[in-house]
Every structure is written in structure tokens, then in C-alpha cells.
């Protein structure tokens, strides 16, 4: 079926995050840990922020102490977000896909921040859902962010859409959702490794149309 849909990560795709990752997994793990949901010898470095809170779910985390994990995952973002810039080639390939294309942004990132860096960076309007984690049921690499996607344009099934971002998790969740996954940036075989398989992959943002020209 002939792509109708793009579906863009946020940070480090379409964005130049200045999120500290690191930072913002290891508050949220000290936060957890106190509640005696991880061990003290959790592998950390296996594990994103998102994988870690699933494995804390297993342990007895309650919506409420989720939504508090939440706000020291917002107390990062927001601050990452300023003086956030775009990838090179971001707003050249938007305005080129704007209007021919479906455009979606899902990230892991709460809405709030992810419209506040949108907007910072001029590049809100070209998209017609922004969706966070507030969509979703489970961050990524739960498909349930691009499921709520299918959900709000039921008239474009799976196969219309493509998905594009620079982490397996991204891939995992597309994959989920029965969404083709282009890969920027990281090497094929970095996502394969992780059990995500590509469709395409780009080193630069300017490479996707000749991709959706190809018929991938």
C-alpha cells in the first residue's frame, strides 16, 4: 500500500535534544529503588527509562507512583528543551512532506514539553497530531502511542504509514502497530541486535524522499 502516513520520534530525529538521558534515567531509578521496586543491582545500562518503569510495574508500582516518576521525567525534559534545535535538514523535509503526507510526531516526552519544543523550533504546524505519553497506555517500546495514532485516522490502516526514529524502541513499537520503521542515524544492525528489523535506513533527514520514492 502506498505510504500516506509519517510518524516522527522527537528527540534526536527531528530535535537536537539536550536531554540528559542519563541523568533523567538514574533520578528516576534512585526514585524507585527507594521504593524498594529494583534492586540495587539492577542493570542499568540495559535498560531505558521506559523498559525500567515496566519492570517496576512487575514489582507493585501504582499509578501513583508512576505519575511521580512522571514528574522527574518532566523536571528533565523541560529543561532539555531549551535551546533545543532541529536535526540538520528537519524543517527542508517537513515542508516538503507537508500537505502530501500525514505527519505525527510520538514521543516518550510529555506533551506539554513536546509541543513547547515544537513550537520553540517553529515546526508545530507542519504536523497533525503531537502525540506524548499522555496517549499512551505504555511508553515506547510499547506500540500503544502509535495504536492511539491508527486510532485517530481510521480511514489510513498500518500499511499506509511509515515510522521514522533513531532508537530500537521506536522500532519495537512500529513494529507493534504492524508500521514499517525507517532508522536514522543508528546502524542496522544495532536495531537488529535488539530484535527490531528496517525497512530503510538514513544518515540524514534528506534521504526520506528518495526513500518514499522508492516505494521503500
Known amino acids: 500500500m502506498p505510504i500516506q502516513g509519517i510518524i516522527f520520534d522527537m528527540d534526536n530525529t527531528l530535535l537536537q535534544s539536550r536531554i540528559d538521558f542519563a541523568a533523567m534515567k538514574r533520578h528516576i531509578y534512585e526514585y524507585l529503588f527507594g ?3 529494583l ?13 525500567m518503569l515496566e519492570q517496576a510495574k512487575s514489582s507493585g ?18 529543561r532539555g528543551m531549551e535551546g533545543a534545535g532541529l536535526e540538520r535538514g528537519a524543517l527542508q523535509v517537513l515542508e516538503a512532506l507537508h500537505g502530501r503526507y500525514t ?8 506533551r506539554p514539553a513536546a509541543l513547547k519544543a515544537l513550537e520553540i523550533t517553529g515546526v508545530a504546524a507542519y504536523f497533525d497530531l ?12 510499547s506500540s500503544s502511542g502509535f ?5 485517530q485516522f481510521p480511514q489510513l490502516p498500518a500499511s ?3 515510522s521514522v526514529g533513531d532508537s530500537w524502541i521506536d522500532g519495537a513499537a512500529s513494529a507493534g502497530a504492524g508500521i514499517a520503521f525507517v532508522s536514522y542515524k543508528t546502524d542496522p544492525v544495532v536495531m537488529k541486535a535488539r530484535g527490531v528489523e528496517v525497512t530503510g535506513h538514513m544518515q540524514q533527514l534528506s534521504e526520506l524522499e528518495d526513500l518514499l520514492a522508492s516505494g521503500l
Open 130 to 141: 503531537i502525540a506524548g505519553r499522555e496517549q499512551m497506555t505504555a511508553l515506547k517500546p
Open 35 to 37: 521504593l524498594q521496586l
Open 160 to 162: 499506509n504509514w511509515l
Open 103 to 110: 505527519l505525527v510526531v510520538v514521543t516518550n516526552n510529555s
Open 61 to 78: 508500582l501504582t499509578a501513583e507512583m508512576y505519575a511521580a516518576a512522571m514528574d522527574i521525567a518532566t523536571e528533565h525534559e523541560l
Open 147 to 151: 495504536s492511539y495514532v491508527l486510532e
Open 39 to 51: 534492586p540495587g543491582d539492577f542493570p542499568l545500562s540495559e535498560h531505558t527509562s521506559s523498559t
